[in-house]
């Protein structure tokens, strides 16, 4: 059967081999080629007082559960994809959001497990202890890991004027691809945002003729944004 196009995977790995997976299975050609790279970092981690884990990624899960043997404490992640990363880690009892980061939080004020650990990386999208003392709770955070920029291949910048479209995961990732295209626009290239925020990383970028089309997921979770490359 022939390919329904080329779509972009810019997320780190090893999602970005996930999400390919997902995007062949629709029939389209993945191009795996992150705009982001994950390292790991190496804090101390002080579990004293700390009643509940929370995730916003599923690299906060890895990282951390190399770090730290513990898996007794109760888990309540961002999203669907990270609670299957938490379960795959050993940690039995998780609660998911099914959401973004505000869900996140609204889910641990009903919850209200206690003081928090918040597990993440160092420059993350959004402060979730911030949301949590605004709803009453006591959270601190730990960078475990660093997301870094990294650029395209040359290979992925030709072929840039033909790609279908290009799927992006996070503001980082969206910034990083908005530079790329202030030097190479590539007018018919659609991006697939998983969230209002990250799409509007792009606003004005249609106009100035950067980037073809900009849409976002109706909800941030991958299924939903997949969907976006629906006819």
Do not use: K
Request: some cysteine.
């Amino acid at each position: 059967m022939a390919s329904r196009g080329t779509v972009w995977i810019t997320r780190a790995q090893p999602g970005a081999s996930a999400t390919a997976r997902r995007v062949e299975t629709l029939g389209f050609t993945a191009l795996i080629d992150p705009l982001l790279e994950i390292a790991a970092l190496l804090p101390d981690i002080d579990l004293a007082g700390v009643e509940a884990l929370a995730f916003t990624s599923a690299n906060g899960v890895e990282a951390f559960a190399a770090l730290c043997p513990a898996r007794h404490l109760p888990v309540f992640t961002v999203g669907d994809s990270t609670a299957r990363a938490a379960r795959a880690a050993g940690f039995a009892d998780s609660h998911s959001a099914d959401g973004d980061v505000e869900a996140l939080a609204d889910l641990l004020a009903r919850a209200r497990p206690g003081d928090l650990l918040c597990p993440g990386a160092a420059e993350p999208a959004a402060d979730l202890p911030a949301l949590l003392a605004a709803r009453g709770l006591s959270a601190r955070s730990v960078a475990v890991y660093a997301a870094r920029e990294r650029a395209p291949s040359p290979e992925t910048l030709a072929l840039l004027p033909d790609l279908t479209a290009v799927l992006l995961h996070s503001p980082r990732a969206a910034r990083a691809l908005a530079e790329v295209l202030e030097t190479s626009p590539a007018t018919r290239l659609r991006a697939l945002c998983l969230s209002p925020a990250v799409a509007a990383v792009f606003d004005g970028g249609v106009a100035l003729g950067r980037v073809g089309a900009v849409a976002f997921a109706s909800r941030p979770r991958e299924t939903d944004l997949l969907d976006l490359l629906a006819p």
